[in-house]
């Protein structure tokens, strides 16, 4: 059997044509990458979106295959542990990050609290936007070298006020590096934000931390881990709910939310729409329009988090019933409005409705193009509308492709 031979076919098609070739069931193979038998049932039926590129190389290495161009159709496509700079900004934060810092001016004096504050406005610029990622080359390196300083010379409260700003820095640079960095980088970068938690020594900072941690796990295949994360550090929030700090019940909602998408990218229907109802809850114990300064947890976000699980789930109509009652001016990030005109397109996709698809990756595309340029899913989208869409896109769609970088 070679590769030709699958010329034209989904992910989930190869991967069932390969394991029945060696004869392996598919609990079996299941079981060797760490998977339920019913996420590759719906993985392979085509249920569920292909699965991640770590993912896909566990997959491969399983069935025997030199790399994942066989399961994913592009001879092109192999896989390196060289660093990656998918974005001009990667290489300050990259130095600033990586930075040993073995001896530290115990002359300057820090204010923690202007730390805290310093990262709050890059968390407010990453947000409000059209380039984050630019942004973040500029302001993130200084903040990090600083907030690291800060929290080795200072001591008590304010060292810990430090650490909780260097939660903040390091959860921006996972924000940032993310579609653009090896994930080396992202982990390292997740590592040092939960190490500055646990320094910061308080529920809140934990909690955020775990939701930066479980973004990178679910980012790189480790989806039951990054659930198991979620929930845990909404049980650590769970005491304190009933505060006055809108904050922490933002947090405990975000966290909910990241546990419905990444059941939903698990197959788990039924647990992603119950978690998706539990944020729902939330949101009336907060005032009306609030949005967390990272999470954005709130009424917009919450409903824009509906239409991915609905989208990772397969579920078009209803993805695109939800984004009906989204109103993209409402949602206070440029990076988000563009998530929701691609996840928008997608749904429009898996109703192979390419026309519809093509005009809303453009309005995505128009909100920040940035993001969707560094954004793999809106890469591959744009890829698909070339290749599968029809004669009264083509062009509109190729040129597109172009703005995107992506070579058709």
């Known amino acids: 059997?070679?590769?030709?031979?699958?010329?034209?076919?989904?992910?989930?098609?190869?991967?069932?044509?390969?394991?029945?070739?060696?004869?392996?069931?598919?609990?079996?193979?299941?079981?060797?990458?760490?998977?339920?038998?019913?996420w590759l049932k719906k993985v392979e039926r085509g249920h569920l979106l292909p699965p991640r590129l770590e993912m896909l190389v566990k997959l491969a290495d399983v069935l025997g295959l030199h790399d994942v161009a066989a399961l994913i159709g592009d001879q092109s496509i192999t896989v390196t542990a060289t660093?990656?700079?998918?974005?001009?900004?990667?290489?300050?934060?990259?130095?600033?990050?990586?930075?040993?810092?073995?001896?530290?001016?115990?002359?300057?004096?820090?204010e923690a609290d202007d730390l805290v504050d310093r990262a709050a406005y890059a968390w407010r610029v990453w947000h409000s936007s059209s380039a984050p990622r630019a942004d973040m080359g500029r302001?993130?390196?200084?903040?990090?070298?600083?907030?690291?300083?800060?929290?080795?010379?200072?001591?008590?409260?304010?060292?810990?006020?430090?650490?909780?700003?260097?939660?903040?820095?390091?959860?921006?640079?996972?924000?940032?590096?993310?579609?653009?960095?090896?994930?080396?980088?992202?982990?390292?970068?997740?590592?040092?934000c939960m190490a500055a938690a646990e320094q910061a020594d308080d529920p809140v900072s934990l909690a955020a931390a775990a939701w930066v941690v479980?973004?990178?796990?679910?980012?790189?295949?480790?989806?039951?881990?990054?659930?198991?994360?979620?929930?845990?550090?909404?049980?650590?929030?769970?005491?304190?709910?009933?505060?006055?700090?809108?904050?922490?019940?933002?947090?405990?909602?975000?966290?909910?939310?990241?546990?419905?998408?990444?059941?939903?990218?698990?197959?788990?229907?039924?647990?992603?729409?119950?978690?998706?109802?539990?944020?729902?809850?939330?949101?009336?114990?907060?005032?009306?329009?609030?949005?967390?300064?990272?999470?954005?947890?709130?009424?917009?976000?919450?409903?824009?988090?509906?239409?991915?699980?609905?989208?990772?789930?397969?579920k078009g109509g209803t993805a695109l019933d939800k984004a009906e009652a989204v109103d993209p001016d409402r949602i206070p990030s440029r990076d988000r409005q563009a998530r929701l005109w691609l996840e928008t397109a997608r749904a429009y996709v898996q109703r192979r409705d390419h026309i519809s698809a093509l005009h809303t990756l453009q309005r995505a595309t128009a909100a920040s193009t940035e993001s969707m340029r560094c954004h793999p899913l809106s890469r591959n989208l744009a890829a698909e509308l070339v290749t599968s869409g029809n004669r009264l896109i083509e062009r509109e769609a190729s040129d597109l492709a172009a703005r995107l970088g992506v070579l058709t």
């Open 139 to 192: 302001l993130l390196p200084p903040l990090l070298r600083d907030a690291r300083r800060a929290a080795r010379v200072l001591t008590g409260t304010e060292r810990r006020t430090a650490n909780a700003a260097l939660v903040a820095s390091y959860a921006l640079a996972e924000q940032a590096l993310a579609w653009v960095s090896d994930s080396a980088l992202l982990w390292l970068s997740a590592d040092r």
């Open 83 to 110: 660093l990656r700079e998918g974005h001009e900004a990667v290489p300050a934060i990259r130095e600033a990050i990586e930075e040993t810092v073995l001896v530290v001016d115990r002359e300057i004096h820090y």
């Open 1 to 38: 059997m070679h590769v030709n031979d699958f010329a034209g076919k989904p992910v989930g098609e190869r991967i069932q044509a390969y394991r029945e070739r060696r004869g392996m069931s598919r609990p079996v193979l299941a079981g060797l990458v760490g998977r339920s038998p019913d």
């Open 214 to 314: 479980g973004n990178v796990w679910r980012s790189t295949g480790r989806e039951d881990d990054a659930l198991r994360l979620a929930m845990n550090a909404a049980d650590v929030l769970e005491p304190y709910l009933g505060g006055e700090d809108d904050n922490t019940r933002a947090l405990w909602g975000a966290c909910r939310l990241h546990a419905a998408i990444t059941a939903a990218r698990l197959g788990r229907e039924g647990d992603a729409f119950r978690f998706l109802d539990d944020a729902d809850a939330m949101v009336p114990r907060l005032p009306s329009d609030y949005a967390h300064p990272w999470t954005l947890f709130g009424r917009s976000n919450t409903d824009l988090t509906g239409v991915s699980v609905a989208v990772d789930l397969r």
